[in-house]
C-alpha cells in the first residue's frame, strides 16, 4: 500500500528515534522498507533522547513514571517536529496519548533472549553454574521466570545499551 500525507506530498519524511545504537538500527530497517515502496521520498532520521536513556543509574521499575523511552518522541511528533516514531513494541504504553496511533507493526525478528556469559563459564548453561552466581538483567518478567527456574542464582538490576551491558560483564 502507498502511504499519503503531507510528508509524502513534499517528499522528505522525518523519523524520530532513539539515539541508542539498537534503536538505529530498527529504525533505519523500518526506512529501507519505505525506500523501496517511496523511492521518491527522501528520509531524515532525527535521534531522541527519551527520559528511560537519560537516567542509567536506577532500575526503571523504581524511576515510577511511564513512557520511559517514548515520550519525548510523542512530543516530537505531536510537535510536528518529526512526521512519524518508531518505537519498539516493549517500550510502547498500553494507552497511547491523544492524537496518537499505532500506524504499523514490522514483522518480528527473533524473539529469544540472548545469554551472554563470562568466559570463565564458557560451555555453562545456567543450571551450571555455582550458587550465588550473579545474573544481570532490566527486565522484572525476566528475572521473575528465571528466579523460579533458577532458584540458587542471585540477580542484580543492569541497565544500558548491549554495548554498554557487555561492557559491565567484562567489569
Known amino acids: 500500500p502507498r502511504l499519503t ?11 524520530g528515534s532513539r539515539k541508542s545504537e539498537l534503536a538505529m538500527i530498527q529504525t533505519r530497517s523500518v526506512v529501507s522498507a519505505l525506500e523501496k515502496i517511496h523511492p521518491d521520498c527522501k528520509y531524515e532520521v532525527v535521534g531522541i533522547s527519551t527520559t528511560g536513556d537519560k537516567i542509567q543509574d536506577v532500575a526503571l521499575s523504581k524511576i515510577g513514571e511511564k513512557s520511559l523511552f517514548t515520550k519525548e518522541l510523542e512530543v516530537a511528533l505531536d510537535d ?26 514490522c514483522k518480528r525478528d527473533n ?43 542471585d540477580f542484580s538490576d543492569v541497565r544500558g545499551n548491549l554495548n554498554t551491558r557487555l561492557r559491565k560483564l567484562d567489569e
Open 5 to 15: 500525507g503531507m510528508a509524502f506530498e513534499r517528499r522528505k519524511v522525518i523519523v
Open 80 to 105: 510536528k517536529r518529526v512526521d512519524f516514531v518508531v518505537h519498539s513494541l516493549k517500550d510502547m504504553p498500553s494507552t497511547l496519548p491523544p492524537r496518537m496511533i499505532m500506524a504499523a507493526v
Open 111 to 153: 524473539p529469544h533472549d540472548a545469554l551472554v556469559l563470562h568466559l570463565k563459564h564458557k560451555g555453562k548453561a545456567l543450571s551450571d553454574l555455582p550458587k550465588g552466581s550473579v545474573l544481570g538483567s532490566s527486565s522484572l518478567r525476566r528475572v521473575a521466570q528465571l528466579k523460579l527456574r533458577y532458584p540458587h542464582l
